[in-house]
């Protein structure tokens, strides 16, 4: 676990606090009925695409300095934020 954050980028912040806050949430919401319980799949889909996503942010970490892929990630998530909200 240590060896995680020797290297911390901006994605990995990002998608801890996502999958900490996610699988709770997709827990939850797996306990309601209905239409609401698709809340649940969709929040666990979203943790395991940040999970994927944290993986290879860890593999990145170790052929570039993290600085640079924070700022290649700061600017890939600008981009997908303006196409969103656009």
């Known amino acids: 676990m240590r060896k995680l954050f020797q290297k911390p980028t901006l994605f990995l912040f990002v998608c801890i606090l996502a999958i900490v806050v ?49 700022i290649i990630e700061l600017v890939l998530m600008s981009v997908v934020i303006y196409f969103i909200f656009k």
């Open 22 to 70: 996610g699988i709770p949430y997709g827990i939850y919401a797996f306990t309601l009925d209905g239409g609401a319980m698709l809340g649940g799949v969709i929040m666990i889909g979203w943790v395991v695409l940040f999970s994927i996503i944290l993986g290879i942010d860890r593999i990145a970490v170790g052929y570039v300095k993290p600085l640079i892929l924070s």
